[in-house]
């Protein structure tokens, strides 16, 4: 009998164990729900505009004393402003800063000199007011280019110059 009370309360306990199983798994919160999955980012629509470059002539001038490249007081002034008014432009690729003189002097020295013009215009603007040197070049036109005829002082004063030439990126026409 005592087999027989040891084989039936095994076969009890594994039934009670099954049942508490059972009733466990049935009670058990359901599993949480699956995070939802995030809709794709949308592609971004991409437009093409045609674009065209063009050089175009910046009007400020900066004048300089006979035989002298020094950036005057004046000048320096005349180049923050122009700085203000072009600091926040993205359309601008290039700065060509030009160089020019009067035709007094041998023309060696006058091409030297608008050289040297151009440059110290270049070196104030970079080293001063922070523009990045990748976004300038220079050139000296010595006496080759003048906007007035050369016959008085005051004429040959508007010759002894610095421009700017801006190379600038346009929406072109359709």
Not at 38 to 65: C, G, S
Request: aromatic fraction near 6%; include cysteine.
């Amino acid at each position: 009998m005592k087999a027989f009370i040891t084989k039936h309360c095994a076969l009890i306990g594994s039934l009670l164990l099954a049942s508490a199983l059972a009733i466990a798994i049935a009670c058990a919160p359901p599993p949480p729900a699956p995070a939802p999955v995030p809709a794709p980012a949308p592609v971004p629509t991409v437009t093409y505009t045609p674009t065209t470059e063009e050089w175009v002539q910046m009007p400020v001038r900066i004048q300089f004393e006979p035989g002298s490249s020094y950036v005057t007081a004046e000048a320096r002034a005349i180049l923050a402003e122009a700085h203000a008014s072009i600091a926040h432009r993205t359309d601008i690729i290039r700065i060509r800063i030009e160089g020019h003189t009067d035709p007094r002097g041998p023309e060696a020295n006058n091409d030297r000199l608008a050289l040297e013009r151009a440059q110290s215009v270049m070196d104030y603007i970079v080293g001063t007011l922070g523009m990045p040197r990748e976004l300038f070049e220079v050139q000296g036109f010595g006496s080759t280019r003048p906007l007035s005829s050369n016959t008085t002082e005051a004429d040959r004063a508007l010759n002894r110059r610095v421009e700017f030439s801006l190379l600038v990126r346009r929406q072109a026409a359709m």
